[in-house]
C-alpha cells in the first residue's frame, strides 16, 4: 500500500482543503466566480458508507465529480490509499480510475438503451483489457455479477427497457462493481424508485458492503434513507462541508444550528421520534455566486450574532461533559469525529427542539 507520511491506512480516501471555483456568465458585468467547493476536508474509511447531504446547489454533486476525476480541483488535495490521483498518468491512471466508480441517480437515462444488460456491464473489461482475457472469462464475469445483484444470466440478452427501475438499478450497480473497486459514489441512487423497490437496492447495497468490503459516498436528499444506511455523516452548505459525525451524533445531538434544522423537518413515522419543536428557517439560500461573509449560514441562523458576519468559525465539538469546546486535540474530546464549524453550536438535544425537556 502507497502511503503518506501521516496517513492513515485504514482511510480508502482523504480530502484536505478542496475547492473548486467556476466562472459563470454575469451579462453586462462579464463573468463572476462561483465557488463550488471552498476548503472540503473528509475522510471515508474501509468498508464505511459516508451520507452526504444538504439542500440543492450545495456543492455535493460537484464534490462527486470531482472525486471522480471529471472536474479539475484549484487547490487543495485528494488522497486515495495515500495516491494523488491528479498526479498520474497513462497506464497508472487507467489502473486507479478501476478502484473508484459510480452509481448515477436516474437508472432510466444512466443506462444505453441501444446495448443488452450483458453489453452494459461488460463495456469496462473493454477499456481494462487486462482483467478478464478472453470471451469465456468475460462471460463468466458478467455472470457472477448478475448473480451478486440478484439477476439471472439469462438477463444479459435483454435491453433496458425490459427492466423495471430497481432491476435498472442493480444493473447500474453491477457495472460498477465490474472493475472490483474500492470505492462507489452513489449519487442518490433510489431517489427516483418507488419506495419499496428502494428498500431492495438499499439492502442489496447493504449486503454487498458485508460481503465486498467496499467504501461507499452516498448522496442524497433524502435523511431517512441516509439515517439508515450511513456509518457517519457530512453536511453541506453553500460548498463547505459545516458539520461531521457519526449518524447517530448527527442525527440525535446536530451541533450546527442548520444541521438541527434539516433534522427537525426530516418527516417520522413514530411520534414518540418527531421533534418537539419544528425549526423553520427564515429567508432564501443565498446565491452561490455571492455567498455571506464569515458563517455562510448566518442569513437564516436564529443564533446569528455580529461575529458570525465578521469571522468564519473555527470548528467546535462537545467535550466528555457536554461543553461546546475547540475541535482540536489534547482537549479531552469524547470523539473528535464530531465537528461543527459554528461560533455559536446548538448546546444540546433538546435546544434543536429534537428531545423533550
Not at 478501476?98 to 437508472?107: A, L, N, T
Not at 474500492?182 to 423497490?197: G, K, M, N, Q, T
Not at 455566486?289 to 458570525?308: E, H, V, Y
Request: aromatic share 4%; hydrophobic share 35%.
Amino acid at each position: 500500500m502507497n502511503t503518506t507520511p501521516g496517513g492513515n491506512a485504514e482511510n480508502v480516501l482523504e480530502v484536505k482543503d478542496l475547492s473548486k471555483t467556476f466562472h459563470v456568465s454575469a451579462g453586462a458585468a462579464g463573468t463572476k466566480e462561483l465557488r463550488a467547493l471552498d476548503g472540503i476536508n473528509l475522510t471515508v474509511r474501509k468498508g464505511e458508507t459516508l451520507g452526504l447531504v444538504g439542500e440543492s446547489g450545495c456543492g455535493k454533486s460537484t464534490l462527486a465529480r470531482t472525486l471522480m476525476m471529471l472536474e479539475q480541483p484549484d487547490s487543495g488535495t485528494v488522497r486515495f490509499e495515500g495516491q494523488d490521483p491528479f498526479g498520474l498518468r497513462g497506464k497508472e491512471l487507467l489502473k486507479w480510475r478501476r478502484r473508484v466508480q459510480m452509481v448515477f441517480q436516474d437508472p432510466f437515462a444512466s443506462l444505453n438503451a441501444r446495448m443488452t444488460a450483458g453489453q452494459i456491464i461488460s463495456e469496462p473489461f473493454a477499456t481494462h483489457k487486462d482483467m478478464h482475457r478472453g470471451t469465456a472469462a468475460k462471460t463468466k464475469r458478467l455472470n457472477e455479477l448478475l448473480d451478486l445483484v440478484g439477476l439471472r444470466a439469462t438477463d444479459a440478452s435483454k435491453s433496458p427497457q425490459e427492466f423495471s427501475g430497481g432491476q435498472r438499478q442493480r444493473i447500474g450497480i453491477a457495472r460498477a462493481l465490474a472493475l472490483d473497486p474500492d470505492l462507489i459514489i452513489l449519487d442518490e441512487p433510489v431517489s427516483a424508485l418507488d419506495l419499496s423497490v428502494q428498500a431492495q437496492v438499499l439492502n442489496l447495497l447493504n449486503d454487498l458492503q458485508r460481503e465486498l468490503g467496499v467504501s461507499y459516498i452516498f448522496i442524497s436528499h433524502d435523511l431517512s434513507v441516509v439515517r439508515h444506511v450511513t456509518d457517519r455523516v457530512a453536511v453541506m452548505y453553500l460548498g463547505r462541508i459545516i458539520e461531521t459525525g457519526t449518524t447517530e451524533q448527527v442525527f440525535d445531538s446536530p451541533l450546527h444550528p442548520y444541521t438541527a434544522s434539516l433534522m427537525s423537518a426530516s418527516p417520522k413515522l413514530d411520534p414518540a421520534q418527531r421533534p418537539v419543536q419544528r425549526i423553520v428557517l427564515q429567508g432564501e439560500l443565498p446565491s452561490p455566486l455571492d455567498p455571506p461573509s464569515g458563517c455562510r449560514f448566518r442569513t437564516r441562523c436564529w443564533k446569528a450574532q455580529p461575529i458570525c458576519s465578521a469571522e468564519r468559525p473555527e470548528k467546535m465539538t462537545r467535550n466528555e461533559s457536554g461543553k461546546i469546546v475547540l475541535g482540536m486535540p489534547g482537549v479531552g474530546l469524547d470523539n473528535a469525529e464530531h465537528l461543527a464549524e459554528c461560533h455559536f453550536p446548538v448546546s444540546n438535544p433538546a435546544e434543536a427542539g429534537l428531545v423533550r425537556t
